[in-house]
């Protein structure tokens, strides 16, 4: 692990657990210091900084609702003060409750597009204003976007709109070299996805791809690592869709 002084800063959002976590572990054995971004899950997200730490990396736990244009604008300030001016943004915080779309309240509606769409608007518009020219910027959609399979029509909405900011803010970072780019996970197994469901739903997923399984936090955490890196210099405003050819 990189342990020099003068590592590039990345923000992982809901970093505390699942593909996060994962990302976060991946970027601080690839010589980066991490923002390890919580909404709730203190005791994880400092255990995940502990180690990160013990291993010879640099990383804080920092407390922000991605939702919060304030929260969002502290995460980066608590980031500049205490590791340097960031580098890599990664918008993995994320939430998703599959519901027919008539059978969707309006809370669950507006915490689905506070955290999965304007959280990420939130972090891009303050990415804008702060990081470093030659970054990079990770988002997260999802393969369930191409799939249209019944009581995704909310979760699919934002991240249809997270693919189009995506497509539109890469073009608007012209002339500063940063990369904008985001992930498509197929089904993964962390407890985001396999809680709340039978073991019958959740080998039917597994046997969807043809490659037969389930994917793994660390399968998305090496396509994050590869476009937050210099190899991918010239990958920008596209959509990777990480699902071991689900879709």
Do not use: C
């Not at 994880?44 to 969002?72: T, Y």
């Not at 995460?75 to 960031?86: I, R, T």
């Not at 990420?120 to 393969?143: C, K, P, Q, Y």
């Not at 476009?227 to 879709?247: D, E, I, P």
Request: charged letters at 20%.
């Amino acid at each position: 692990m990189n342990t020099t002084t003068n590592a590039q800063i990345a923000i992982v959002t809901g970093a505390s657990r699942g593909i996060g976590a994962a990302v976060a572990r991946r970027l601080a054995a690839d010589g980066f210091a991490v923002v390890v971004n919580y909404a709730a899950s203190s005791g994880e997200a400092e255990a995940l900084v502990a180690e990160l730490n013990a291993a010879g990396g640099r990383a804080i736990a920092v407390k922000a609702d991605v939702s919060s244009a304030g929260d969002v604008r502290r995460m980066f300030e608590a980031a500049e003060q205490q590791l340097g001016k960031v580098d890599v943004l990664v918008n993995n915080a994320g939430v998703i409750k599959p519901t027919p779309l008539a059978d969707t309240s309006d809370e669950l509606y507006d915490r689905a597009f506070d955290t999965n769409v304007r959280g990420t608007f939130n972090t891009l518009r303050e990415a804008a204003r702060r990081m470093n020219d030659g970054g990079r910027i990770v988002n997260f959609s999802s393969t369930t976007l191409a799939l249209n399979m019944p009581g995704y029509a909310i979760y699919n909405a934002t991240k249809a709109s997270v693919e189009a900011f995506t497509h539109v803010f890469a073009k608007e970072l012209r002339g500063r070299n940063i990369t904008v780019n985001a992930v498509a996970p197929g089904p993964v197994a962390t407890s985001l996805f396999l809680d709340g469901k039978t073991n019958e739903q959740i080998q039917h997923f597994a046997k969807m791809p043809p490659l037969e399984r389930l994917g793994q936090p660390d399968d998305i955490a090496s396509v994050v690592a590869f476009l937050a890196s210099s190899q991918a210099g010239w990958v920008n405003g596209q959509v990777l869709r990480a699902n071991g050819g689900l879709a």
